[in-house]
């Protein structure tokens, strides 16, 4: 069966301190695609990233970087020298062949960013 | 601009009504969606289409209903047969199914009282 955990309900940092954002995934297939959206408090999800899990490079996009491990099943968000316009919600998801490819959204980390 | 519409950002309905949600999107992608978020909680789907005339139920369907007769417009209908209405709608679109990701809409709040 298809599960995302994000075990973090809240995360509070004070500006400029790194944070990582935890994402553990459950899919028996081989084939998959795991995804991070941002929720800004305007309540419009933005799209972040998409793997496919053939891919196991890790990604950097500014202050963002993604850790993507099959081994253990996680795909853990980390975002550097956070700023307050980061706060906001954010969703780890998973698509798979078994669900049709429709898409399994964690349950969110709202993650507080102080100045 | 290109993007996807959701009117009204607020909305308020007695309860034994039922109300339309508009999604309007301008990307011309094949697939539609409509998502629930309750507090706390991640976005659980409720339907989806993807292409003209064709729609699927998702996870939480019953007391939902939905039209796809133009391929840049996805109503959802919120009956009186839905127990527990008042949530976040979110509607989304992709270019197809299988590998993309999604572009949300800004979102309804309905509040049935």
């Known amino acids: 069966a298809q599960k995302v955990t994000q075990a973090q309900t809240e995360i509070s940092v004070v500006e400029k301190e790194d944070v990582t954002l935890d994402c553990v995934y459950e899919?028996?297939?081989?084939?998959?695609?795991l995804f991070w959206y941002k929720q800004p408090p305007s309540g419009e999800l933005v799209f972040l990233i998409r793997?496919?899990?053939?891919?196991?490079q890790n990604e950097i996009s500014g202050r963002y970087s993604w850790n993507f491990q099959k081994s253990t099943s996680s795909f853990n968000f980390t975002i550097t020298a956070s700023q307050v316009v980061d706060s906001a919600v954010y969703f780890c998801?998973?698509?798979?062949?078994?669900?049709?490819?429709?898409?399994?959204f964690g349950a969110g980390t709202r993650l507080f960013v102080k100045a | 601009d290109g993007g996807i519409t959701q009117s009204p950002k607020y909305l308020f309905r007695k309860e034994g009504q039922n109300v339309t949600l508009s999604c309007e999107q301008n990307?011309?992608?094949?697939?539609m969606y409509w998502y629930r978020q309750d507090p706390g909680q991640g976005l659980r789907l409720i339907y989806y289409s993807q292409i003209v005339n064709d729609f699927q139920k998702g996870d939480i369907a019953e007391g939902y209903s939905v039209s796809r007769e133009k391929k840049e417009s996805f109503p959802l209908t919120v009956t009186s047969a839905q127990k527990n209405p008042t949530a976040f709608y979110l509607c989304?679109?992709?270019?197809?199914?299988?590998?993309?990701?999604?572009?949300f809409g800004p979102g309804t709040r309905l509040t049935v009282t």
């Open positions: 899919t028996r297939d081989t084939t998959y695609y």
């Open positions: 793997r496919n899990s053939f891919d196991e």
């Open positions: 989304a679109s992709a270019p197809g199914t299988e590998i993309y990701e999604q572009y």
């Open positions: 990307l011309n992608h094949d697939a």
């Open positions: 998801a998973l698509s798979d062949v078994t669900g049709g490819f429709k898409t399994i």
